[in-house]
């Protein structure tokens, strides 16, 4: 499983997410647009991320791409279902996606998106599923940390 981790601005919910897909078993996490890296591009390493991800960051391959576009176009060339993680029209409640659906064998992509403006209509145009967690409660949202465990766990189960 990839992650792609689309303007998330937060290093430390960056190292929450490094420490989740760690425990769910993904391999790589694509970094995206403003998303902070474990190490910078001068070399210096990120001590809020890392300070959360408790060395995830080091377990798991990780890349920068300018672009979640590309990222994405890249990923589908290559046989990856992409699911994205936002509220919409067309999302569906991660609770009743079967990942199963993906195809046999599929590679998979979570995508995620920035904390206040979530992912743009470009990115969710690409999508394979839309996936959203119903809220209940007063709060429009969860973390994006949080909801990427949430739906994590729910795809590896």
């Known amino acids: 499983m990839v992650a792609v981790l689309h303007n998330v601005r937060s290093s430390f919910n960056v190292g929450s997410i490094f420490r989740t897909a760690d425990a769910a078993g993904f391999e790589k996490m694509i970094l995206c647009g403003i998303t ?25 391959a990780w890349e920068y791409k300018k ?6 176009k890249k990923l589908k060339k290559q046989g990856y279902y992409i699911a994205v993680l936002e509220q919409s029209r067309n999302s569906v409640p991660y609770s009743k996606f079967n990942p199963s659906t993906s195809g046999p064998n599929s590679k998979f992509c ?27 409660g007063r709060k429009e949202s969860l973390n994006v940390a949080v909801a990427f465990g949430i739906v994590s766990f729910k795809i590896v189960e």
């Open 36 to 60: 902070p890296a474990p190490v910078g591009r001068f070399g210096k390493v990120n001590a809020e991320l890392a300070k959360v991800a408790l060395g995830a960051e080091k377990y798991i």
């Open 67 to 72: 672009s979640a576009i590309s990222a994405i």
């Open 110 to 136: 979570l995508v995620v998106g920035n904390e206040i403006s979530g992912l743009p209509r470009s990115v969710l145009k690409m999508a394979d599923k839309i996936l959203e967690i119903p809220m209940h």
